[in-house]
């Protein structure tokens, strides 16, 4: 190798793990981050990802796991009765062999055997037989419904807790990740319910049921067969416990993953624009090598455990047939009681068997419960308080003192903010991006609460209110519109179900939309993509503008709500804004200083500093800041 292509495989190498890195620090494991902190209720939290994987903190998974399925007592009982019934026809049937045999086909005094009784006896086992398959049956049937319907609970409160959970936690966590909880992690979990919980039920009274005739038949023989457990039980749980710690790192892999193909998706024009597929392709590569390891190694391990367990089944079979052997010797152990032991012996193990191959199954499902646990135990927003102020009508009053706030401790992205905007009043707010505008409109729904100053509407602070009461008399058009998918009717109603289709109408057309909407094929009763990929930017933002209209929260936030609609339309847009205005406080964010024009106060805001404050005439006579930005602008319209 040249020096050259040296130097070229360590650029490579640093390339890589430069990518590594980054991809580590975008999709590594995220939930805990947004979990909750440390001490208090979180404590939990906190302690479920440092102790990951420890004995503690799997028994309290299986704890919490089994707290879904025994909410079926009624099933659940139904099933280990049958289970009991299934086992003990086996057992009973396998036994019956042995007096058939000695007997109705080879009686001991040497006499002819007996048909007509061999006959009847035959049909008994053949009924218990049967009597144990329906067992089995109604039991496979009763214990899928108790899988089937615990996934089902356990979906729902995750989907209940994702609702509870605060602006921030969507935050930091990649949509991918939550739905591969949501889809990923709780498939295996379901795995589990409907195929392991069967046979670790039977498992438990077959070994029951064969130690008692095991012991029946010979105490020593047992001895030797049941000394054995610990020793497989304990390979089995080194080989679990390695491949249990690869199946959380599979799932973890797995959610970042998943993360990066729905960013790629959702991001492909972006892509595709800055010709970045090749490091798309190598980054993907890069997270789907990690996931190929780590299922490699999880599959490797609970592989491993069926030829392991099979071999040590063997040996222990041979030691109890040498020592069997020995006893036959030695104390005239005869060699019917040896046969029917060794068949024990084997029934034994059997089900030993089975749930040490089961127990890869096990961890995989505890890995997937845990990742959905994690969700859960995310902090929600606060509950209200039982006397959280629940007004019958809010007036507007707004007040905003003294707030300084940041999405870290570190980063102050406000800085003593002050703002009065009293009923009927149009506030604005201007500067540049990152200014920290649409920060303080996050403040007013509670989206993120403040630690230092105070907003009070109606002169109670947002603290003391009811949450729901709060945000159902804010109304936000925000800068990112989101349309959900459903008819264009349906869309704009969300603004406020009640609304009739007359006040559905009216909203769209005080947003300009209605003349659009009466264009589009089914009109009113078109049906939009998810997100509106079949409208434009532009449209999806009247469509928006029209779901505040239609709403009737006397606090309206319009957060860059015409960014993307043309001057002409946004003229029309602003008419009919005027009624909708007249009665209500507003907040406006406009990056077209024309637009803020008649505003009763505008703030300029700079760094997350109110620089400036007044009328438009006011700050033009100031000739400062505004003065810059609303002659600059003019020119460049
Ligand atoms: N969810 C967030 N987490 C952390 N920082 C944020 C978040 N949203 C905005 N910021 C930061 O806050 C500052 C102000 O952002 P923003 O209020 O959106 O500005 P504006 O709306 O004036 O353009 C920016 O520096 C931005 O990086
Ligand atoms: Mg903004």
């Known amino acids: ?17 430069k990518l590594r890195q980054s991809l580590n620090k975008r999709y590594g ?13 979180g404590g939990r939290a906190a302690r479920a990802a440092s102790q990951k994987g420890k004995p503690e903190e799997v028994r309290h998974t299986i704890r919490r796991l089994l707290k879904y399925v025994l909410q079926e007592k009624a099933r659940l009982s139904g099933a280990f009765v049958c289970v009991l019934l299934t086992t003990a026809s086996q057992l009973t049937a396998s036994y019956m062999l042995r007096p058939i045999i000695n007997t109705y086909i080879a009686p001991a005094d040497g006499s002819r055997g007996d048909p007509k009784g061999l006959a009847a006896a035959l049909l008994l086992m053949a009924g218990i037989y049967l009597a144990g398959i329906g067992g089995t049956y109604i039991q496979s049937r009763l214990l899928t419904k108790v899988g089937q319907n615990s996934l089902k609970r356990m979906r729902e409160d995750l989907f209940d807790h994702m609702q509870t959970l605060p602006v921030k936690f969507y935050d930091t966590n990649t949509r991918g990740d939550l739905m591969s909880r949501f889809t990923n992690d709780i498939d295996n979990v379901g795995n589990m319910l409907s195929s392991t919980l069967i046979s670790l039920f039977t498992a438990g009274l077959t070994i029951i049921g064969t130690v008692a005739l095991m012991l029946y038949t010979n105490v020593i023989l047992t001895l030797v067969t049941v000394l054995a457990v610990p020793l497989m039980l304990t390979a089995a749980r080194k080989i679990a416990a390695a491949s249990s710690r690869y199946y959380s790192r599979q799932q973890a892999s797995l959610g970042a993953l998943n993360g990066y193909i729905e960013e790629s998706v959702t991001g492909q024009k972006v892509i595709k624009v800055f010709n970045h597929e090749d490091m798309a392709r190598e980054e993907f590569g890069i997270l789907n090598g990690e996931l190929q390891k780590n299922q490699m190694k999880a599959q490797f391990f609970s592989g491993i455990m069926g030829p392991v367990m099979n071999f040590s089944t063997q040996i222990n079979y041979t030691l109890t047939a040498v020592v069997g052997g020995i006893l036959c010797i030695t104390r005239g152990l005869d060699i019917g ?11 034994f193990n059997r089900p030993i068997n089975e749930i040490s191959m089961t127990i890869t199954a096990v961890f995989s499902a505890l890995a997937g419960a845990e990742r959905v646990f994690a969700i859960m135990d995310a902090q929600p927003e606060p509950e209200n308080d039982a006397d959280a102020y629940r007004p019958e009508t809010v007036k507007g009053d707004v007040v905003i003192t003294d707030v300084s706030f940041g999405y870290t401790p570190e980063k102050k992205v406000l800085k003593h903010i002050n703002v009065y905007a009293h009923p009927g009043q149009k506030i604005a707010f ?36 009811d949450r729901e009461i709060l945000r159902n008399n804010i109304t936000m058009v925000l800068q990112e519109s989101h349309l959900f998918s459903g008819t264009i009717m349906e869309n704009i109603r969300y603004g406020r179900l009640d609304a009739t289709d007359e006040e559905v109408i009216a909203a769209a057309k005080t947003a300009s939309a209605d003349f659009f909407i009466r264009h589009m094929p089914l009109g009113y009763h078109t049906v939009i993509d998810a997100d509106g990929t079949n409208l434009s930017q532009g449209q999806r933002q009247l469509l928006n503008i029209a779901r505040a209209a239609v709403s009737k929260a006397p606090i309206l936030i319009l957060d860059e709500a015409t960014s993307s609609v043309d001057t002409r339309t946004e003229k029309m847009i602003e008419k009919g804004m005027d009624s909708l205005m007249s009665n209500r406080t507003t907040f406006v964010i406009a990056h077209r200083l024309s637009t803020v024009r008649d505003a009763n106060a505008i703030m300029v805001l700079e760094n997350g500093e109110i620089i400036e404050r007044g009328t438009h005439e006011e700050l033009l006579e100031q000739k400062g800041r505004y003065y810059e930005l609303y002659t600059g602008l003019k020119e460049l319209d």
């Open 1 to 17: 190798m040249t020096r050259a292509e040296t130097a070229g495989n360590e650029a490579a190498l640093t390339r890589e793990e």
């Open 337 to 347: 009681g040896l046969t029917v032991f060794l068949n024990y012996s084997r029934m």
């Open 29 to 41: 494991k995220r939930v805990a981050a947004g979990g909750r902190g440390p001490g208090g209720p």
């Open 430 to 465: 201007v500067g540049s991006t990152g200014a920290g505008k649409t920060t303080v409109m996050n403040l007013l729904p509670r989206f993120y609460d403040i630690d230092e100053g105070t907003i009070t509407i109606d002169g109670v602070d947002l603290k003391h209110y």
